[in-house]
């Protein structure tokens, strides 16, 4: 199994960023995928999650400003980040596991992950 993300940046408030994840590996059709961020100093956070159906789930925080996606003939998933803020700044990881779920020790497989960085 293999996980990369890629698309992080430095991005000033407000702004928006795509972050991409491109799995191989495992069935990537038959997976659910999610992302999850670590900012500086702080633990490792559920942040958005997509079933193989398409059904999406948000952590509250990021709820209409995140939209996750998956484009199961290209093995990708991402993450549309708009609006951001000072607080989104962290690592984000993609994340492959069973269930999606805000228990990020549920999580088997993980990329390297993307820094994002919201500052002006």
């Known amino acids: 199994v293999q996980l990369v993300e890629s698309g992080g940046g430095l991005v000033q408030p407000g702004g928006s960023l795509r972050l991409s994840c491109a799995a191989s590996g495992f069935t990537f059709s038959s997976s659910s995928m999610s992302w999850a961020r670590q900012a500086p100093g702080k633990g490792l956070e559920w942040v958005s999650g997509?079933?193989?159906?398409?059904?999406?789930y948000y952590e509250e925080y990021v709820k209409g400003r995140f939209t996750i996606s998956r484009d199961n003939a290209k093995k990708m998933v991402y993450l549309q980040m708009n609006s951001l803020k000072p607080e989104d700044t962290a690592v984000y990881y993609c994340?492959?596991?069973?269930?999606?779920?805000?228990?990020?020790?549920?999580?088997?497989?993980w990329g390297q992950g993307t820094q994002v960085t919201v500052s002006s």
């Open positions: 997509i079933y193989k159906d398409g059904s999406t």
């Open positions: 994340a492959m596991g069973g269930v999606v779920t805000a228990n990020v020790n549920e999580y088997e497989y």
